[in-house]
């Protein structure tokens, strides 16, 4: 789960990080209103959105006095902002998040994710914020540096110190970042995300370190843990299929293709995403209706499915291990008949009840096509596709 920044920097600020005075908007009026209270000097306007690059796309403004913080919030507000991470369509902006003003004398680059090949949190520092960090990583990989935090130990200050010369800091600013660090690591654990970034890390002209951006997101599997961030989830940044998608238990990603993929299992799903590839589709969704999925879970699965516009051909496949065959080709009938699906649908299944589920698909009088192999079904669902 993604949440904007200036709810990241609101629980950022609860573990000792330090952050811009500042607060968030929904009109222009509003914008104003926080400007006077910094102060009435120079405040920047920066848009609230699940995405990066908003400075690029005209997102971030920064205002000489609350007068003209309104001005910007009124152009800000309701526009459609387009960066690298939206695509195309956009963002449509809802508010905007009005800081204090700061005299910059550098930008560095901090982000906290878990490093999958080591099964460890990795602290990343880069001389060089402000950048996408990806293309950093491509152009110049030698300004990133690393320190990973063993579970059971976390991240130790000796590391950060470490960390914190590699950035080029001197003096009582080592000791600021030591500390900054610190709060970070605990915050990424305590709050069970999969991404903290700060981008950019600034060093101020008195000699403080700031986070300036915020960026964070949540697994999904450890919310229950957190009741309180239900209320932070921002359902107008979400695909309202996905949004649908997770009222069933269903896990659904949207994608650019035409075919349409229903799977049991992540494994598999990506998989079948691979080999329509590699048969020259592109797959319109990664959908995961899960090992334990009904009749009526499969229903929902294929109305969400056929919701997208873009989908023309249906790859269903499905390993019946727990989810029997035949409870799919119940649910798949079912779908069809009452959805009126007039795109092709290529099934194929393999394990419990299996010619139970073909038989069923083919006494349905429906015009499904059967593979027996993923190699066959990929085959024949970008042929009809097309």
Known sequence: MKIHEFQAKAILSKYGVPVPRGKAAVTPDEAKAVAQELGGGVVVVKAQIHAGGRGKGGGVKVAKNPAEAFDLASKILGMTLVTHQTGPHGRLV???LVEEGLQMTRELY?????DRSTQMPVVMVSPDGGMEIEKVAAETPERIFKAFAHPALGLQPYQARQLAFKLGLTGDQVGKAVKMMMALYQAFVATDASLLEINPLVVTAAGDLLALDAKMAFDDNALYRHPDFKDLRDLSEEDPLEIDASKFSLNYIKLDGTVGCMVNGAGLAMATMDIIKLAGGEPANFLDVGGGANAEQIKNAFRILMSDTAVK???????????????LAQGVIAAVKDLGVRVPIVIRMEGTNVELGKQMLKDSGLNFTTADTMSEAATAVVALGK
């Open 110 to 114: 901090l982000g906290i994710v878990l």
């Open 94 to 96: 809802q508010r905007v």
């Open 313 to 327: 051909a249906v790859l269903i496949n499905i390993f019946g291990g727990i989810l029997r065959c035949d409870i």
